[in-house]
């Protein structure tokens, strides 16, 4: 092969690389600097999907469709036709039904300053039950806010803390960034002391306030463990209808990649008895 060949090769296969890495890249830049927690999500445990619809047709869909599946899907999940009917279904839906709000768009957009998103694909979307996990858990509370309560994931939201009662009330706790042209120069706990830092460096420095941890300052009616399943099994909920065939399809990738390894094998030495008589 000759050089030029050899590069254009080498150009093709960065290029075909650099594709398949894309969609990572993408989420990495796009997302909060907050480091996801490990929702430790298991789409295997049907019954946590079905204990997280039962919280999201109680808790969310006041606001928030799924409107992309029906009721009938979580029968997948093991629920009979009858128990979605009595557990899921409030008004005299059907199991057919796609899983609309009865929330008029219109009434969102005057009471959030904005349309309440359809939560079907959003697990895809934001890279799956751990962001949604963190989102649950990072709420907290911020009288600066119009609905009183701020995120830690999703800085400014728009959403109230819907899980507050069963989760208690978190208040942050913050630290003080100083930055100078946008590099972070120092760090403090205590706010005077930033100040004052920033007032003897002089205009060019700027001072950020971030939020460290959060603490409970009134407890809920559900122990922090408790809670913590609570927001596992709603992220297992939305993680399992963003791609209801997910299970499916990495079983069905196993055995792609058995077929595809025995298929190797055979065509190689399908090949050697071949050229034996060639050469
Ligand atoms: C009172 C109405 C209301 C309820 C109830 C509610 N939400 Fe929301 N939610 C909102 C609004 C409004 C937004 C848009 C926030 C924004 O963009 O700033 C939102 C945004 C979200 C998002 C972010 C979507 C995205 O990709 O931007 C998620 C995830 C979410 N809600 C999950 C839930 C879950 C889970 C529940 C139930 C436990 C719930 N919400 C209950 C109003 C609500």
Redesign the pocket.
């Known amino acids: 092969m000759n050089q030029k060949k050899l590069l254009n090769r080498l150009f093709a296969y960065t290029a075909a690389i650099l594709c398949y890495l894309m969609p990572a890249i993408g989420y990495t830049a796009g997302g909060s600097n907050v480091p996801l927690l490990n929702a430790q999500v298991n789409l295997d445990n049907q019954a946590a999907i079905q204990h997280g619809a039962k919280?999201?047709v109680n808790?969310?869909m006041?606001?928030?469709a799924a409107e992309y599946i029906r009721y009938q899907l979580l029968e997948n999940t093991g629920l009979t036709s009858q128990q979605i009917k009595d557990n899921l279904i409030f008004d005299n839906g059907k199991v057919s039904d796609l899983m609309k709000t009865a929330l008029p768009q219109q009434d969102a957009v005057t009471w959030?300053s904005?349309p309440?998103?359809d939560?079907t694909l959003?697990a895809r979307?934001?890279g799956g039950a751990d962001w949604?996990y963190t989102?649950?858990k990072g709420f907290y509370t911020d009288p600066g806010r119009p609905l009183g309560a701020n995120n830690t994931l999703?800085p400014n939201?728009?959403?109230?803390n819907?899980?507050w009662s069963l989760e208690g009330i978190k208040s942050p706790v913050y630290r003080y960034q100083v930055k100078h042209q946008g590099v972070l120069e120092r760090e403090f706990t205590d706010e005077a002391t930033a100040v004052a830092y920033v007032e003897q460096q002089g205009s060019e420095y700027k001072l950020e306030k971030v939020v460290d941890h959060l603490v409970v300052t009134q407890p809920g009616s559900l122990s922090e463990a408790e809670f913590d399943q609570v927001a596992r099994d709603?992220s297992a909920f939305l993680d399992y209808i963003a791609e209801p065939m997910k299970q499916e399809r990495q079983q069905l990738g196993w055995w792609v990649l058995l077929f595809l390894s025995v298929f190797s094998t055979l065509a190689y030495f399908m090949k050697k008895a071949w050229w034996e008589d060639i050469h």
């Open positions: 919280y999201f808790y969310c006041g606001c928030h959030f904005g309440v998103p939560l959003t979307i934001r949604i989102y649950l999703y939201v728009g959403m109230p819907v899980l709603i």
